[in-house]
């Protein structure tokens, strides 16, 4: 989306007041309405604007639009020091152990909402590679040896990790439960920290 001036920008802060018509839009920004539709339809194919029904008129209806509600959150901009504070108190009120293992509980329950990836551990790890991409983190994927190294371009936790391990696990735990597989974090936790996860295959269950 533009800058905070954008015209994308302003179409959301109209639509987030009340679901709103193209020509609506055109009148109150001063745009044509070919502008504004060029701008929905970008909007659409981000998943921040949907389709909302109809405007009866005397003529034909006219579709409404409104902001995606799920698309609200990262519109925010309380998350990310919120989720930085919060871990900074439970690592202290808890001690580093507790904190571990809610993180680890995190992810699992994070991984209980998708299904489990599917064919052999090759397959699954691309998947794998797929998701942190599809939820922001562009990574490569390497194989040394019959272990799978996922390294990522930044952290997707950034704003939470803050040097502290414990949030990645949060993050191992959800790959090892999609993948069906042991998995090691290996992350870079420097001034631009950067997420790493080893994936090895399970070992055989004794005869």
């Given at each position: 989306?533009?800058?905070?001036k954008?015209?994308r920008?302003?179409?959301?802060?109209?639509?987030r007041?009340?679901g709103?018509t193209?020509?609506e839009?055109a009148?109150?920004?001063?745009i044509?309405?070919?502008?504004v539709?060029?701008?929905l339809t970008?909007l659409?194919?981000e998943?921040?604007?949907?389709e909302?029904?109809?405007?009866?008129?005397?003529?034909?209806p006219?579709?409404?639009?409104?902001?995606?509600?799920?698309?609200e959150?990262?519109?925010?901009?309380?998350?990310?020091?919120f989720?930085?504070?919060?871990?900074?108190?439970?690592?202290?009120?808890l001690?580093?152990?507790?904190?571990?293992?809610?993180?680890r509980?995190?992810?699992r329950?994070?991984?209980?909402e998708r299904?489990?990836?599917?064919?052999?551990?090759s397959?699954?790890?691309?998947?794998?590679?797929?998701?942190?991409?599809?939820?922001g983190?562009?990574n490569t994927?390497?194989r040394?040896n019959?272990?799978?190294?996922?390294r990522?371009y930044?952290?997707?936790l950034?704003?939470?990790?803050?040097?502290?391990?414990?949030?990645?696990?949060?993050?191992?735990?959800?790959?090892?439960?999609?993948?069906d597989a042991?998995?090691?974090?290996c992350?870079?936790?420097?001034?631009?920290?950067?997420?790493?996860?080893?994936i090895?295959?399970?070992?055989?269950?004794?005869s």
């Open positions: 989306m533009h800058g905070p954008g015209t920008a302003r179409i959301v802060d109209l639509l007041r009340s709103l193209a020509n839009i009148a109150r920004l001063g044509t309405h070919n502008a539709r060029g701008h970008a659409q194919r998943g921040i604007v949907r909302a029904g109809f405007q009866r008129r005397v003529s034909r006219a579709t409404l639009y409104e902001v995606v509600p799920e698309a959150a990262a519109l925010s901009k309380a998350y990310v020091p989720s930085g504070h919060l871990v900074r108190v439970l690592r202290v009120k001690g580093e152990e507790d904190l571990d293992a809610i993180m509980l995190v992810g329950q994070l991984a209980s299904p489990q990836l599917p064919g052999d551990l397959q699954r790890v691309e998947a794998a590679s797929t998701l942190l991409e599809d939820l983190s562009l994927v390497d040394v019959g272990t799978f190294v996922i990522s930044g952290c997707l950034a704003a939470a990790v803050n040097g502290q391990p414990q949030v990645c696990r949060a993050m191992e735990s959800l790959l090892a439960e999609l993948l042991p998995v090691r974090e992350c870079e936790r420097s001034e631009r920290p950067r997420c790493c996860f080893t090895t295959a399970a070992p055989a269950p004794a």
